[in-house]
């Protein structure tokens, strides 16, 4: 695994870096040299106030999965597991800028950003799954 600086990345130039193989590379901004000049304070409102409101209605969709027996099935287990996967991926996502200052917290929290990222998307796969198998329609033949 290497972590790289936001500098070190300049320093590659245009046409970016070459992967080699079995290699993850992680940004780090310095925290020293760490501006945020780009972003608009409109943006990073949005942003926040979005990523909230998600967080507070998945935490709204687990109260009420977990709430009503009924709806623990396999299909609601899976939406359970979806929720859980996005609500921590949300939370650590709000955090992630304070995490800039520390390479090792910041590897932590890439770790766990692609972590549950990947968590998101398979249980999605197995919804998917399911769901294709649930309105399969079998022909008959004659």
């Known amino acids: 695994m290497k972590v790289l600086s936001s500098k070190q ?3 590659l130039g245009n046409d970016g870096m ?18 945020q000049r780009e972003l608009a304070t409109a943006l990073i409102y949005i942003t926040f106030m ?4 998600s967080i507070i209605s998945l935490c709204f969709l687990l109260a009420v999965y977990l709430s009503f027996k009924e709806l623990r099935n396999l299909p609601g ?11 921590c991926y949300q939370i650590i996502f709000l955090f992630a800028e304070k995490s800039n ?8 929290v890439a770790f766990c950003l ?10 999605m796969t197995i919804m998917a799954f ?3 198998s649930t309105f399969k329609i079998q022909g008959k033949l004659n």
């Open 9 to 11: 990345i300049g320093l």
């Open 18 to 35: 070459e992967p080699e193989r079995n290699t993850v590379y992680i940004l780090c901004p310095e925290h020293e040299k760490y501006e």
């Open 130 to 132: 399911d769901t294709s």
């Open 77 to 87: 287990k899976c939406l359970i597991s979806l929720s859980w996967a996005l609500i």
């Open 114 to 123: 692609h972590f549950f990222v990947l968590a998101a998307f398979s249980w």
């Open 50 to 53: 979005g990523t909230l409101l």
């Open 101 to 108: 200052g520390v390479v090792t917290v910041c590897k932590v």
